[in-house]
């Protein structure tokens, strides 16, 4: 099932229906939760019950297929829950009464009803908590996690020694908020970030489920063509093929390797690649209907060519290139970034405060302002 754009915050609405299945939650990057609800709502895989921190509870109506969801990070089943522990080192191990009390056996028919896997060949636990503990993550895991094997009577593989565990292994989480402990059972096999295409990478490369919510903000139509300045490993095009496979899609990186890494993952897809500074594009003037970006602003990558000298650059050529009726959804660090777009002949539509690896960043698109001319014409190389 391909969506379009999935609405902002103040735009998706519940189903007046009533909905009694299974709670499950949508794990997504922080300030993408209202953006996850939309789109659970959009596929009709139920009725949102909760928005909290990185975090959507939804109840489902039946067997929902819920590992088709694009903007979640994963997606889990509620197993069990009680009030969080405490932060004294003991507490840690007072967990274990979450893995006695999950109904094992409803979940794993649970799970394979949603579009997970109905085998167990191990287990696997993740565990996060807010504030200040006398207690690590992997107290956590351990305690939930031989508790769980026991019960199954399979193999617990802890992630103390820092060993992957094996594929297969049915995987679990753990987190602690100061109110409630909460234990949850991963639906697919692996985590929903993790996409199959993504074989090659590259420093700074974009979360999948990001550049989702990105190429949805961007709402690409058929016919469209649609640039990222920046490629990268090619992310942010091949999500939003997924949205719009009938748009034309170009990608433009300055770094061979990048390109490399960007042909590989889209092999089959309808995407166009060029080794380009984003500084100086070898496309006509206007001739952009929606720009998806992450530029090398200095975090993990830094900026090089032409931007390397002034970012200011990137901003005029890519309102060069942005057909009067475009868009461009970009991915900024400050607000710095926005007052420069705004300055060059952008206006913002939307703006969006996300963390993404516990930095702050924006989700901003943007739309050519009225009354700002070009002063560059014609093919550029």
Not at 128 to 134: C, E, I, M
Not at 156 to 183: E, F, I, K, N, Q
Not at 324 to 338: C, I, K, Q, R, Y
Request: glycine letters at 12%; a positive charge; proline letters at 6%.
């Amino acid at each position: 099932m391909r969506i379009g754009a999935f609405p902002h915050h103040s735009e998706f609405q519940q189903p007046r229906r009533a909905v009694t299945g299974p709670t499950l939650v949508a794990r997504c990057v922080h300030g993408l939760e209202a953006t996850v609800a939309a789109e659970i709502l959009q596929r009709g895989l139920g009725v949102i019950t909760h928005l909290g921190h990185r975090e959507v509870h939804f109840r489902t109506g039946g067997s929902a297929q819920v590992t088709a969801l694009r903007t979640a990070d994963d997606v889990f089943l509620l197993a069990a829950r009680c009030a969080d522990t405490g932060t004294a080192k003991q507490s840690a191990g007072e967990l274990a009464r979450l893995a006695e009390a999950a109904d094992l056996g409803a979940l794993t028919r649970l799970r394979e009803s949603h579009g997970g896997s109905g085998a167990v060949t191990g287990i696997e636990v993740s565990a996060s908590f807010l504030g200040r503990r006398n207690f690590n993550r992997y107290d956590v895991e351990d305690a939930v996690g031989r508790a769980l094997a026991h019960r199954l009577g399979t193999r617990y593989h802890s992630r103390r020694a820092g060993t992957a565990p094996p594929a297969g292994a049915g995987g679990w989480r753990v987190t602690l908020d100061g109110t409630w402990a909460v234990l949850l059972l991963r639906v697919a096999d692996r985590p929903l970030h993790r996409r199959p295409y993504k074989r090659c990478s590259v420093p700074g490369t974009l979360r999948p489920p990001l550049a989702a919510a990105m190429a949805g903000m961007a709402g690409i139509r058929p016919g469209d063509t649609v640039l990222d300045p920046c490629c990268g490993a090619g992310t942010l095009l091949i999500e939003a093929v997924d949205q719009q496979p009938e748009a034309r899609f170009v990608g433009v990186d300055l770094s061979a390797e990048a390109l490399r890494a960007a042909e590989g993952n889209t092999a089959g897809l309808p995407v166009s690649f060029g080794r380009a500074d984003a500084g100086r594009l070898p496309l006509p003037d206007g001739g952009v209907d929606r720009v998806l970006s992450n530029p090398p602003w200095g975090g993990q990558v830094s900026a090089r060519g032409l931007l390397a000298a002034s970012s200011s650059r990137w901003w005029t050529e890519l309102r060069r290139v942005l057909a009067p009726d475009g868009t461009a959804v970009v991915l900024l660090p400050d607000a710095g970034g926005l007052s420069t777009a705004i300055r060059l002949g952008f206006s913002p539509v939307h703006v969006q405060r996300i963390r993404v690896s516990g930095t702050p960043a924006f989700l901003v698109q943007l739309t050519a302002s009225v009354g700002h001319g070009r002063r560059e014409t014609g093919w550029r190389s």
